[in-house]
């Protein structure tokens, strides 16, 4: 046999063709998809911005029909709500995370990662009905039935990102510790987790953005509230219902004030998360 | 820590018995009849929860139909058409639709979706898919087409996020070999990528479901809520997420409670059974990586 160069075919006419007419489509599919993000946002900045006054961030809400008035007990109430979800879900969380890291390797550990799995897939609306049938029933809406429910929504997310980022960790650093004769459970603490910070707490501003604009969770436990209120044991406002209602409703005014609100939503969420990210950044925590 | 792990099983649990101790009332009184009758009279206490599931299998296949090719198509782009330099933006971008919450959706739908499906939309499908029989009657605006499209834009960050994921774990090697063999890009893409990659893109498909299925606040805001099964996407409907948000805080009776609780606890329990679908089929082909950016 002799190397003749056999000459190679062109790919015919149909394929190249064919081969064009789909990298169009892929661009088409990414247009199609970024247009609604770019007209979303770009309402919320046009309707948003020019709804925003100060007397939309410092009063309540003016009775039925009646124009003017504004969200700030709203305002303040999502932050209460969102403030008692965090001081229970984010212990679970980190804490269920650092279980199925360092000690979960096992049969147990599958059905606690599985279990958060399926507690993450359960419908926002599901977990309101339960909130409202453990503490709402006998005693009323309240705050802290609200709250909550929404730490139900934190613990799946928070316990596999916080698991994720602490296996991360190289060993080594843990074996270093032992090796020092510290227990492992000041290793866990001190070293481990110390080492992944930064990740865990992203994984918990993922968790509270991801909560934070939840109305449906709200509409049977913390129920709204046209007043300011204090008292976790109270139904308090919440931005997210706040608008909902808004929306609904027939005023053109209040449509106005349900756009502002928006507006403040995604601003509260946005600088939360990019406040803790900075903070984190600027601490000596390194990793992840 | 144990007790925190703990903690998670003990919710779940909570939330079975929860769910099934409040709707007995309702599963005795109804039974199986509960799911195929479409009567909902809470005034002769009547209860039938056909439309709503109607209503919530209908507007979730709608945005499966918009989302799929859609998101399939982004995540092709990303990672295999993309500029290295605009991956991460890009893939950025579209997972930040998942940041916005679902009761700004419904605001947005309600006023620029809507009067755009009103005025523009609806009538030119009517005229010309009209023979159909599914785009047909008054051009409301609100219902169905309008619950499905919003629930698309709502899963596609889903969707795309888990096939972006499963195509990057298709080795190298793959592509490089169909190219050798001299297939053009989208041969390799369809032979060598696609094809490797389908169950763990059925897997992200059916997590998008799992999202759709369970959705409450932006559908409710646009899908007229009324509890009718009509076979046209224009008129108005009802899923089984929306009536909870919308009488559940109102429902007075027993009965009426019992019959609302039953209806969250089949959201609930269809929900567990295509997540835990989802999650098998992408394990399958990420070999148990964890999937991320399915919160």
Known sequence: MHASAQTVSPISLRRRVTDHAMTGVAILTVLLVLAPLVAIFGYLMYRGIGSINWAFLTQTPKPVGEAGGGMANAIVGSIFILGIASLIGVPF????????????????????????????????????????????????????????????????????????????????????????????????LSITLRTATSGVITGIMLAFARIAGETAPLLFTAFGNTFWNWKATQPTAALPLQIYVYANSPYDDWHRQAWAGSFVLIVLIVTAVAAVRYAVRRGSFGAA | MTACALAVLAVLILIVYE???????????????????????????????????????????????IAVPLSVGVAVFTTEMCPKAFRGSLSFFVELLAAIPSVIYGLWAMFVLVPLLSTKVEPFLGKTLGWTGIFTGAPYGIGMLAAGIILAIMIIPII????????????????EGVLALGATRWEMIRVGVLRNARAGILGGIILGLGRALGETMAVTMVIGNRPEIAKSLFAP??????????????????????????????????????????RLLVWSVTRGQPAKGTA
């Not at chain 2, 009758?37 to 809470?42: G, I, L, R």
């Not at chain 2, 929306?242 to 429902?251: D, I, K, P």
């Not at chain 2, 027993?254 to 039953?262: G, I, Q, R």
């Open chain 2, 237 to 278: 409907g009802y899923t089984m997420a929306s009536v909870l948000a919308n009488e559940f805080s109102e429902a007075t009776g027993d009965t009426y409670l019992s019959a609302l609780v039953e209806i969250g606890l089949a959201l609930f329990l269809v929900t567990i059974v295509v997540n835990a679908l989802a």
């Open chain 2, 19 to 65: 769910l099934i101790s409040r709707s007995g009332l309702s599963w005795h009184a109804f039974g199986f009849k509960f799911f195929a009758s479409s009567e909902w009279d809470p005034v002769s206490e009547k209860f039938g929860a056909l439309p709503f599931i109607y209503g919530t299998l209908v507007s979730s296949l709608v945005a499966l139909v």
């Open chain 1, 93 to 188: 969380g980190v804490g269920a995370g650092i279980y199925l890291a360092e000690f979960g390797r096992n049969r147990f550990g599958s059905a606690i990662r599985f279990t958060a799995d399926v507690l993450n897939g359960v419908p926002s609306i599901v977990i309101g009905i339960v909130g409202w049938s453990i503490l709402v029933r006998g005693h009323g809406f309240s705050a802290l039935a609200g709250g909550v429910a929404l730490s139900i929504m934190m613990v799946p997310t928070i316990s596999r990102t916080t698991e994720e980022m602490l296996l991360l960790v190289p060993t080594a650093m843990r074996e270093a510790a032992y090796g020092l004769g510290i227990p492992r459970w000041r290793t866990t």
């Open chain 2, 160 to 175: 795309s996020s888990i096939t972006r994921e499963v195509l990057l774990v298709v080795p190298q090697q793959q592509r």
